[in-house]
């Protein structure tokens, strides 16, 4: 099992294979120009981490301290984000007693390394889908490779749950690696009767059917869609929601398009304004979705996002796959058929000092003992 710098690599470096091929095309890019030119709040180092079968990124933060997005930094994550989760979700009086504990527990996870994390199938996205060619019997020499060149870091693998790599969840807990819960993810079974027949289902693909919007196919974006593309993504997903959400820039929805790293599709309006727009990739039998967004300024009435909700299951049937439909919107995404799967990162501490072991053994007692419970008591 070879681990390389991307920089470093040539392009006979990488497995002649499809995923090998789009590996290269995604991260050398990132490599040599630097990480946060395509996505401006994650600065880190990129490796290849693999053989001639398989090949997964890993993503080394540069510890400039705090402020990279949670899809890089584990302290966003569970602190920054959480606390952001805290105000919005819960009462008031119940986050202002919780956000000093949070901010507590932060001092403390950086004090321990928290966010020196070197992190395997690290894709700076929501969600990490792993390669159909990895097997767990990659796991021990990929641990052990990640282990010599990293023997002060944590080694933390990300975006794996039960209902799509459960196989690759066991081995890494046999491994010896901590299951630190990280979101409730949604799957939508799109093929089956079950989700086709939903009501609201049905619904929004009859609203898509009479919508007055313009499908546009990737490969015809003009670098002009791109950048509104890139706004409608930050509408949503950084004003909407969060700042610690992935900060993608323009260089990244270019090399989106030009190195078919996602499929892009988007609606334009009848005034010629693309409105909505939506990003895919495939991992085996599963699509998901990084990219998502549309004008919140337009009324809800235009239903823009179960347009583009709708669209994805159509997708997936017509691909006969599995939807990931990443985290949020818990109830939306019930009425359309999605099933809850708990998502965790793996985490390898053991050849820690034991300060430093007992702060992430804490921090998966609580997140086992209150946030899971909480978080599946609310339905989010």
């Known amino acids: 099992m070879q681990l390389r710098a991307v920089a470093d690599m040539r392009a006979n470096d990488w497995p002649d294979s499809e995923d090998g091929r ?8 990132l ?3 630097g990480t946060r030119a395509y996505v401006t709040n994650a600065h880190a180092d990129l490796y290849a ?7 997964l990124p890993v993503a080394v933060p540069r510890g400039e301290g705090p402020g990279d997005s949670y899809v890089l930094s584990p302290y966003t994550h569970y602190v920054l984000y959480a606390r952001e989760e805290l105000r919005r979700e819960t009462h008031p009086v119940l986050s202002a007693l919780l956000s000093p504990a949070l901010g507590a527990a932060g001092r403390a996870l950086l004090a321990a390394g928290f966010d020196r994390a070197a992190q395997a199938n690290a894709w700076l996205l929501s ?15 990929m641990l ?14 990300r975006s794996l749950d039960a209902h799509h790599n459960p196989g690759l969840l066991r081995a890494l807990e046999a491994l010896g690696c901590d299951l630190l819960f990280s979101r409730r993810v949604y799957y939508q079974d799109v093929t089956t009767a079950r989700v086709r027949q939903r009501k609201q289902v049905r619904v929004d693909l009859a609203r898509l059917r009479r919508s007055p919007y313009q499908e546009v196919a990737g490969p015809d974006f003009s670098d002009a869609d791109l950048e509104r593309a890139r706004e409608l993504y930050g509408r949503l997903y950084l004003e909407k929601y969060s700042r610690h959400n992935p900060q993608f820039t323009a260089r990244f929805f270019r090399l989106a398009r030009d190195g078919a790293l996602l499929k892009l599709i988007g609606y334009r309006s009848p005034q010629g304004r693309l ?20 004008d919140t300024a337009l009324p809800q009435s235009a239903g823009l996002y179960p347009l583009l909700s709708a669209r994805v299951i159509l997708e997936g049937q017509r691909l006969q796959l599995r939807v990931n439909a990443s985290a949020g919107v818990g ?3 019930r009425l359309r058929g999605g099933e809850p ?3 965790y990162h793996a985490v390898y501490t053991r050849h820690l000092p034991a300060r430093q072991r007992r702060v992430w053994q804490a921090l998966r007692a609580f997140l086992d003992r209150a946030a899971v419970p909480f978080i599946e008591r609310g339905g989010y």
Do not use: C, S
């Open 22 to 29: 789009y590996a290269a095309r995604y991260l050398t890019p």
């Open 49 to 55: 981490l693999g053989n001639d079968e398989v090949v």
């Open 331 to 333: 109830p939306f995404k």
């Open 31 to 33: 490599a040599h120009e």
């Open 144 to 157: 052990h490779r990640l282990l010599e060149a990293f023997p002060d870091r944590p080694i933390l693998f």
């Open 275 to 294: 409105d909505a727009v939506l990003g895919y990739y495939v991992r085996g039998a599963v699509m998901t979705q990084p990219i998502f967004g549309y």
């Open 127 to 141: 969600t990490n889908l792993y390669p159909p060619a990895l097997r767990a019997d990659h796991l021990p020499p």
């Open 341 to 343: 799967a708990l998502e």
